[in-house]
């Protein structure tokens, strides 16, 4: 599966394979830099499980619904994390109401509900606000050895 970037330079659109959403490429018109993603990324069920098995670095999980206060009050801290994370994480929110599967999946009991992926697998699920800092802390020491 792939993501569209737009270029910033000359806007085209540019499929980004989810495995290089944490790299540098260069857009495929005018051969300017597309910086990875700095960013959160709304994902689906099947967008999620590319991104999870798939991302070479760790991922940050949202679980979130539109009408939660404490959610929208997560969403600065969630987009902070993104944009210092680019390049070494990547950050997917998951709409609770849109991917009820994805919440019956882990067990997701309260929003917001923080998950952090590595190779594949939950090393962290927390539920309740905390700041970039903490995911941040989480996403560091969720990045593989060597």
């Known amino acids: 599966?792939?993501?569209i970037r737009t270029c910033a330079a000359c806007r085209q659109k540019n499929r980004v394979p989810v495995q290089h959403l944490s790299d540098t490429g260069r857009c495929g018109a005018c051969k300017a830099p597309l910086p990875p993603l700095a960013e959160p990324l709304a994902a689906d069920a099947e967008l999620f499980d590319d991104v999870v098995q798939n991302a070479a670095v760790p991922v940050l999980v949202d679980f979130?619904?539109?009408w939660c206060?404490?959610?929208r009050a997560a969403a600065p801290e969630v987009a902070r994390t993104a944009a210092e994370m680019a390049g070494q994480a990547l950050v997917?929110?998951?709409d609770t109401e849109v991917n009820?599967?994805?919440s019956a999946r882990f067990q997701i009991r309260s929003i917001?509900?923080?998950m952090v992926f590595s190779g594949g697998r939950a090393v962290v699920q927390q539920p309740g606000l905390v700041d970039h800092r903490q995911m941040e802390q989480w996403l560091r020491s969720a990045r593989p050895v060597g």
């Open 64 to 66: 979130w619904a539109a």
């Open 100 to 102: 009820p599967e994805l």
């Open 1 to 3: 599966m792939s993501v």
């Open 69 to 71: 206060g404490p959610c």
């Open 92 to 94: 997917l929110k998951v």
């Open 112 to 114: 917001p509900t923080f």
